[in-house]
């Protein structure tokens, strides 16, 4: 029997600095895909996964985030004598219960691991979740719910990993691959942001991770990895040493929204998947597309 896996860490500290101006103000996390902040999708995957706990690891002007998932007094209160009952379920629908979640701030922008390590003492000495929220996972069955099959069967460490082009493994963390069988595979190296010519594979750690509570006890040392950070990949491989970890191929499309065109590509796909939207917006994208054709062509 393996230790449940009962907590989730969001880590939401990032500047966000790609999207400005949007996020000079407002975190990237709050972004809307379609109606939704994209925060609000990862802890949807989570909970469906059993999750009961989420913590969130931000920064300086990140507050919005924590209200976004609290009460909103005034709002239910106009929206009740309004009788908006369907815009009061929404709202309820994605509250959390009063005390499952925990917030805290990393303070200095150190990177992932150390952000991850921020969690440590709400998370306690079990083995825990890690969504990075920017990866926004569509599928039937959410990414971590799918991570639990193998986490059954070998426990461990597991991340979900998917297929890129060989020329973008240079913006991930890359794994190299050993024996699989039908939940997973075995994970033998892993590297963060290499060269494309000393990439182990093309499979990209994608954002989703089951990690055992020791890879704080590696966090702690704050040994610095690529790009002069402390980095959850080189922890990983330390944890390697004495722990297995298992890559689990996400069967589904992840799109990296911590770019412009992944996060528009997102709302796109996801507007599409709504059937109160997709037949209005699909035809809006048929015209736009032929226009953008059609002007093309002129201008060649
Ligand atoms: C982080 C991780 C990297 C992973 C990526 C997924 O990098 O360090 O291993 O592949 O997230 O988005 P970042 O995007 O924070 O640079």
Redesign the pocket.
């Known amino acids: 029997m393996v230790n449940r896996i009962r907590k989730a860490v969001f880590p939401v500290a990032?500047l966000g600095t790609r999207f400005l101006p949007a996020t000079k103000a407002m975190p990237k996390e709050m972004l809307t895909v379609v109606d939704r902040p994209i925060i609000q999708y990862a802890v949807d995957e989570a909970r469906e996964a059993g999750i009961e706990h989420f913590v969130f690891v931000t920064g300086r002007n990140k507050s919005v985030i924590a209200d976004h998932f609290d009460i909103q007094v005034e709002l239910e209160m106009t929206l009740g004598e309004r009788g908006k009952t369907k815009e009061l379920e929404l709202l309820h629908r994605d509250l959390p219960e009063p005390g499952t979640t925990s917030f805290t701030r990393q303070q200095s922008p150190l990177?992932?691991?150390h952000a991850v390590w921020c969690a440590r003492d709400i998370v306690g000495r079990e083995p825990f979740a890690l969504l990075?929220p920017?990866?926004l996972m569509q599928a039937p069955t959410g990414c971590l719910s799918q991570m639990l099959r193998a986490y059954e069967r070998h426990g461990g460490n597991v991340i979900a990993v998917e297929e890129v082009p060989h020329d973008q493994v240079g913006?991930?963390?890359?794994v190299a691959k050993g024996e699989e069988d039908e939940t997973g595979f075995r994970i033998t190296g892993?590297v963060?942001?290499p060269k494309p010519a000393d990439a182990p594979s093309n499979l990209?750690?994608?954002?989703r991770y089951i990690l055992q509570p020791e890879i704080f006890d590696i966090l702690s040392r704050h040994e610095t990895g690529?790009?002069g950070e402390i980095?959850?990949?080189d922890a990983m491989l330390r944890l390697m040493e004495t722990q297995r970890f298992t890559g689990v191929r996400f069967d589904g499309k992840t799109y990296?929204c911590?770019a412009k065109v992944g996060f528009l590509a997102a709302n796109v796909a996801y507007a599409l998947a709504r059937p109160d939207i997709a037949p209005g917006f699909r035809a809006e994208l048929r015209d736009i597309l032929d226009r953008y054709d059609m002007a093309l062509a002129d201008s060649e």
């Open positions: 990032g990177g992932l691991g990075l920017d990866m913006s991930y963390g890359i892993m963060e942001k990209i750690i994608s954002g690529a790009g980095q959850v990949t990296d911590g």
